[in-house]
């Protein structure tokens, strides 16, 4: 008897965390072909996440994942995301809210162009009548390598070839923002910063050092300690207009190698900026058309995008992560300018049941680079005058029959310039599907 009254009061006791307790998980497929080499890759992944409610305003919630990628791993187990939650509203009156967030989780600035990407840390956000308040700063060096995209120097690049290496670049990036909500009416007002500072102590060239002893040392790069000052705005011009700029400017120092012989520090100094407009129209089967335009800034002498400088200040734009300018032909943002158009319909909207979710999209895109300098693509001379890098034309078509199910498919073909600023002669065709189940 006593057993069973015992086990009766456990359970009453441990039943609001039994009930307040969520889970799940996701299973998806990534399939790739191209043309170059006849190569394929393909990521399987299996993703199981739990969270815990302690009350209305404060939550834990984590997430773990096994995968497999053809071309980088056979098996990979990771902590995706583990992080504590908590809010406290009309902390400064009825009209704000403050809100905590500690552990492993995504971080980025308003655009995610120069920094978009797991960290360990912390952020803090404050909403008020003017607007909100973002606060973050994370920690790269914890997380696995085959899944992080944080490569800014040649150190990192040698370790990123390096097996023997399993952790992602040891950064410290913080982030502070303030989006002020209709400062016009429909317009929104973006203010950011971020301060990268890399916490590398190993294997390091530095200021002073010359490419003999560099050489004979074995060491393969520098830090890269960088700053980001950005601003955007953004908003409707009519019901179905809408606009959206920004533009950043990167401060620092970065090493350079002067005269082929000796290393120095040398400061930074580049932009990024880029606009885009889009037209929407529900009525006519959800039609959405975007042209966009993407600078970042490059330099003439350097001789990689990559800690490639070799004389004064360098103005080639590095951002702290990579942020897609395409499907086949993807440079970073560093030396490049990107033309593009797109337009999306859902061809069925009008119809009834599932198919009415199916969307396809058209995209093209027209690169050039920005200066004679290097680019990320070392497929392209870094010497040559001509500009013009390519066409890029994509179709996509997206299809969601069930709230847990969806199914994508891409195909496109970039067409390369002609002449001898390119090792590539032929079109690149490529291919994707992208499925994912939540259960």
Known sequence: MKKILLTAALALMFSPLLFSFDWGGNISNYSYVTSEDDSYDQVNKLSLWGAHSFDDFTYLTGQGSAGYAKDDYDILVDLDYLYFDKSIPEIFGESSALSFRIGRFFQSEFTRKVFAHRADGFVLNLGIPLGNFHLSSGYTG??????TDLNTTAADLADDD???IYL????????IGFDFIDILPGQKLSLSGVSVFDLRTEDLIEDGDTKAEATSDGNTGGKLN???????????????????????VQLGKTLTLVDDTDYKDESILAFLGGASFSWFNKQLLYSKATASFIYASGDEDASSVYEGNTEDSSTTFVPVTGSSTGFIFDPSLSNIMVAGLEYSIKPFANSKGAISNLQTALMANMYFKATKGAISETVFIKDSDKKFLGTEIDLG???RPFSDFGIGFKGGVYIPPSGSDSLIDDPEYGGSVNASFSF
């Open 142 to 147: 914890l997380l696995l390598k085959p899944v």
């Open 162 to 164: 390096d097996d023997d």
């Open 168 to 175: 992602a670049p040891k950064k410290l990036v913080s982030v």
């Open 226 to 248: 960088t700053f980001y000052i950005g601003t955007g705005l953004g908003g409707g011009i009519t019901s179905s207009l809408f606009y959206d700029t920004f533009g950043y």
């Open 397 to 399: 078509i997206n299809f």
